[in-house]
């Protein structure tokens, strides 16, 4: 089985500051991971995903996120926030070992940027 | 590439009907998913169709029902509506079958039911 949990229902950050989303997933094998975020009244939109090679992937928008095996987590990052940034940010997850190519997403994390 | 649409974007219905959305996806992608979100719940998953077969299914009613046409237009129909039912209704469509493509988003449509 495979879950993910974003533990935070809202980030607050000031404008300039770095951001951080915290993601942590579980699965039986290895996982592919992702960050989506959505504006309002929008679809997702994808911003990077991790599937192996660098622990370190780097995305649409500056953002960037570090995965870690040993934590099973998959921060998403950005050196500083915009605005622009505030949105509802996803990270979902595939278990590699677990047969199906459908991905389980967390609840959504609500980032707030403030000027 | 134009990106993934869907229509109608809005939809007011009342309980006991029936609706029924469509998605177009990017061209080329054969992989079309459903997803139903809310405040409450988040995203879920309703079902996948890749090449006109429905490959997965999540956890919904047998209200909830979808097709898939070879051009990879995907339907989807929920009868009898429910109050509950009131959500976002997202698809999504990836180039592949493969586990690691990221999917693309349509603007979702809004269903109420009142």
């Known amino acids: 089985a495979q879950s993910v949990a974003q533990p935070e229902d809202q980030v607050n950050v000031a404008e300039g500051n770095p951001l951080t989303v915290k993601c942590t997933y579980s699965?039986?094998?290895?996982?592919?991971l992702f960050w989506y975020v959505q504006y309002p009244n929008r679809g997702l939109q994808f911003l990077l995903k991790?599937?192996?090679?660098?622990?370190l992937v780097k995305g649409s928008y500056g953002f960037e996120a570090e995965f870690n095996k040993s934590q099973t987590s998959f921060h998403l990052k950005k050196p500083s926030a915009l605005v622009s940034d505030s949105a509802l940010y996803f990270c979902a997850v595939r278990d590699l070992s677990g047969g199906s190519y459908i991905p389980t997403f967390g609840r959504g994390t609500s980032l707030i940027v403030h000027p | 590439k134009a990106g993934v649409t869907q229509t109608p974007r809005y939809l007011i219905k009342t309980r006991g009907q029936q609706v029924t959305l469509s998605c177009s996806p990017i061209?080329?992608?054969?992989?079309v998913s459903w997803y139903q979100q809310t405040p409450g719940q988040g995203l879920q998953f309703l079902f996948e169709?890749?090449?006109?077969?429905?490959?997965n299914k999540g956890n919904f009613p047998g209200r909830f029902s979808g097709r898939q046409f070879s051009n990879s237009r995907s339907e989807m129909n929920v009868s009898t509506l429910e109050l509950g039912d009131s959500a976002l209704y997202l698809c999504?469509?990836?180039?592949?079958?493969?586990?690691?493509?990221?999917?693309?988003f349509g603007p979702g449509t809004r269903l109420t039911v009142l």
């Open positions: 169709y890749f090449s006109e077969t429905q490959r």
């Open positions: 061209s080329g992608h054969r992989s």
């Open positions: 991790y599937i192996t090679g660098d622990n």
């Open positions: 699965v039986s094998g290895n996982p592919y």
């Open positions: 999504a469509s990836r180039s592949s079958s493969g586990a690691y493509n990221e999917q693309f």
